[in-house]
């Protein structure tokens, strides 16, 4: 039987992405339409999307929805296309007074909450214009945690509804929603103040994320190893009472991989493609991403590639202890992309005006880059101080370019260390958060590159590994059976 599957995201690849989250919803909304199923994804219209890629089709049933939030109302509409290579359906909320403006999030907005209300109202809304009833609501991350809530107050006369089911997934407990208790208004669930955390609002705060986990039928996050860290107190960043009261209705499923996007077999965007079996381009690759950064090409060079938010969640602060010990070794080459705090963006800066022949960093979003540095590179670095799942593990195992990882959350699920003697595991692991553990996995990493045959075996381990969304979705459809009965 086919399922009708409605994901609500504030990201979803290619239309708006600042991490990992846009390329899951779509990697799941393209799997589970492959499957059949009926798969409609609500995203709000930013106005990036409106001027470039958003489809000009207007969803006649959702023309000009007018939502009342306390003090304000809303009114948006939808347009609706598909999503690339896929039959699934994607509304864009269109609200040019909420989504135009950019960046698509920002601390400063003070109406960051009706937002993201809108968004989980939108969604409803627009499933009743449609006359169309989900099986199950997929919500993602903070952004959505009301809907379970607002499906179970406002919406709860309409028998549209009655036998949906929600799931939410966290992707990032960093993240949580957090605003003044007195947004409960704004957001139109005065009536409905009882069923927030009483003792949050005591303290005059609203948890969306919270709200979301009190609600949600279900609760999943990205990897098995996170959905333990975050019933710890170290891991839950406040949440882990009400995960713990939830623990039988949380479960951990890794992510998948696109690999239509991520495989350099396929990959469009790189200077050449290659194989496990024939990995001429590999090199191909490397001298042009030299070259795209300046950097000496000279041969037998190293490079280490980082391709990230650049936040204190990815471990950088490990970094400024170990570079330079690490650079010493001549052949050692650094290829950053990235943006987010400035002083990990002066670092990596610092240390390019320092070796301007062996650092490279290009501060900013880039895609095309991302996919040069996951096949030009000889290895990638993700010593995340925490990382509920992670992506670029996962395409750099596959473009052949061996991961040094923390062992925390979804890196400790997917990448196994590698055993010189025995020339088995996938990348290089270390354990504690200090810069000693990751030197030593760096120093571990430089022996394994001096035997060339060990690491050509490396290579192979972690290029033959499979995360694809055949593998991983599979578990996603089991789930939402389950929900259903
Ligand atoms: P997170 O979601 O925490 O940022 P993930 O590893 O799950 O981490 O996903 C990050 C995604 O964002 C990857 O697809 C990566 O290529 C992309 N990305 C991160 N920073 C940049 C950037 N500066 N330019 C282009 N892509 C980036
Ligand atoms: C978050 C996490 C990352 C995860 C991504 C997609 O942004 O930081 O680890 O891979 O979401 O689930």
């Given at each position: 039987m086919s399922l009708r599957i409605c994901l609500v995201s504030s990201e979803v690849a290619p239309f708006a992405k600042t991490g990992g989250l846009a390329d899951v919803v779509a990697g799941l909304g393209r799997y589970l339409a492959s499957e059949g199923h009926d798969v409609r994804i609500f995203l709000p219209l930013y106005g990036r999307i409106a001027r470039q890629?958003?489809?000009?089709?207007?969803a006649a049933e959702i023309a000009a929805v007018s939502v009342r939030f306390n003090g304000s109302m809303q009114t948006f509409r939808c347009r609706v296309g598909t999503l690339p290579d896929s039959t699934a359906k994607v509304y864009f909320v269109d609200c040019p007074e909420m989504f135009?403006?950019?960046?698509?999030?920002?601390?400063?907005?003070?109406d960051e909450h009706i937002r993201f209300g809108l968004l989980c109202r939108a969604a409803l809304e627009s499933c009743q214009r449609l006359g169309w009833s989900p099986d199950v609501i997929h919500c993602n991350d903070w952004?959505?945690?009301l809907l379970p809530l607002y499906l179970k107050s406002?919406?709860?006369?309409?028998?549209?509804?009655?036998?949906t089911r929600t799931l939410l997934t966290i992707h990032?407990?960093?993240?949580q929603g957090q605003f003044p208790a007195r947004v409960v208004g704004d957001l139109g669930l005065a009536d409905h103040r009882?069923?927030?955390?009483q003792e949050d609002l005591a303290k005059g705060e609203v948890n969306f994320l919270k709200t979301g986990l009190l609600y949600a039928d279900w609760i999943t996050t990205v990897s098995r190893t996170y959905a333990h860290e975050i019933q710890t107190p170290e891991g839950g960043r406040g949440l882990e009472g009400v995960l713990g009261a939830r623990a039988s209705a949380l479960t951990g499923i890794v992510n998948g991989v696109d690999y239509g996007t991520w495989d350099p077999a396929v990959?469009?965007?790189?200077?050449a493609r290659y194989t496990v079996d024939d990995l001429s381009g590999k090199a191909v690759c490397k001298q042009k991403l030299l070259e795209r950064f300046d950097?000496?090409?000279?041969?037998g060079s190293l490079v280490l590639g980082i391709v990230s938010r650049?936040?204190?969640?990815?471990?950088?602060?490990?970094l400024p202890d170990v570079l330079p010990v690490v650079m010493r070794d001549p052949r050692v080459r650094l290829c950053v992309l990235g943006s987010g705090e400035g002083r990990y963006e002066e670092y990596f800066q610092w240390l390019r005006d320092k070796m301007p022949e062996r650092v490279g960093i290009y501060r900013g979003y880039h895609e095309e880059l991302a996919h040069w540095i996951e096949a030009g590179s000889d290895a990638f670095l993700m010593p995340s101080?925490?990382?509920?799942?992670?992506l670029n593990q996962m395409y750099s195992l596959r473009y052949g370019t061996p991961p040094l990882v923390r062992k925390t959350g979804g890196l400790a699920d997917t990448v196994e260390p590698f055993d010189r003697?025995?020339?088995?595991?996938?990348g290089f692991v270390f354990e504690d958060y200090d810069s000693h553990a990751l030197l030593a996995a760096m120093q571990e990493l430089l022996r394994a590159f001096d035997d060339p045959e060990g690491w050509r075996q490396l290579i192979r381990n972690g290029m033959t590994q499979d995360f694809s969304w055949a593998k991983q979705g599979p578990d996603y459809v089991a789930l939402y059976r389950r929900l259903i009965g």
């Amino acid at each position: 039987m086919s399922l009708r599957i409605c994901l609500v995201s504030s990201e979803v690849a290619p239309f708006a992405k600042t991490g990992g989250l846009a390329d899951v919803v779509a990697g799941l909304g393209r799997y589970l339409a492959s499957e059949g199923h009926d798969v409609r994804i609500f995203l709000p219209l930013y106005g990036r999307i409106a001027r470039q890629d958003a489809p000009r089709e207007e969803a006649a049933e959702i023309a000009a929805v007018s939502v009342r939030f306390n003090g304000s109302m809303q009114t948006f509409r939808c347009r609706v296309g598909t999503l690339p290579d896929s039959t699934a359906k994607v509304y864009f909320v269109d609200c040019p007074e909420m989504f135009e403006r950019e960046p698509i999030y920002s601390s400063t907005y003070e109406d960051e909450h009706i937002r993201f209300g809108l968004l989980c109202r939108a969604a409803l809304e627009s499933c009743q214009r449609l006359g169309w009833s989900p099986d199950v609501i997929h919500c993602n991350d903070w952004h959505t945690g009301l809907l379970p809530l607002y499906l179970k107050s406002l919406y709860a006369w309409d028998r549209l509804f009655a036998k949906t089911r929600t799931l939410l997934t966290i992707h990032n407990i960093g993240y949580q929603g957090q605003f003044p208790a007195r947004v409960v208004g704004d957001l139109g669930l005065a009536d409905h103040r009882s069923a927030f955390h009483q003792e949050d609002l005591a303290k005059g705060e609203v948890n969306f994320l919270k709200t979301g986990l009190l609600y949600a039928d279900w609760i999943t996050t990205v990897s098995r190893t996170y959905a333990h860290e975050i019933q710890t107190p170290e891991g839950g960043r406040g949440l882990e009472g009400v995960l713990g009261a939830r623990a039988s209705a949380l479960t951990g499923i890794v992510n998948g991989v696109d690999y239509g996007t991520w495989d350099p077999a396929v990959d469009p965007t790189i200077p050449a493609r290659y194989t496990v079996d024939d990995l001429s381009g590999k090199a191909v690759c490397k001298q042009k991403l030299l070259e795209r950064f300046d950097l000496d090409a000279s041969d037998g060079s190293l490079v280490l590639g980082i391709v990230s938010r650049l936040t204190g969640q990815k471990g950088f602060d490990l970094l400024p202890d170990v570079l330079p010990v690490v650079m010493r070794d001549p052949r050692v080459r650094l290829c950053v992309l990235g943006s987010g705090e400035g002083r990990y963006e002066e670092y990596f800066q610092w240390l390019r005006d320092k070796m301007p022949e062996r650092v490279g960093i290009y501060r900013g979003y880039h895609e095309e880059l991302a996919h040069w540095i996951e096949a030009g590179s000889d290895a990638f670095l993700m010593p995340s101080a925490f990382e509920p799942c992670g992506l670029n593990q996962m395409y750099s195992l596959r473009y052949g370019t061996p991961p040094l990882v923390r062992k925390t959350g979804g890196l400790a699920d997917t990448v196994e260390p590698f055993d010189r003697a025995t020339r088995t595991g996938t990348g290089f692991v270390f354990e504690d958060y200090d810069s000693h553990a990751l030197l030593a996995a760096m120093q571990e990493l430089l022996r394994a590159f001096d035997d060339p045959e060990g690491w050509r075996q490396l290579i192979r381990n972690g290029m033959t590994q499979d995360f694809s969304w055949a593998k991983q979705g599979p578990d996603y459809v089991a789930l939402y059976r389950r929900l259903i009965g």
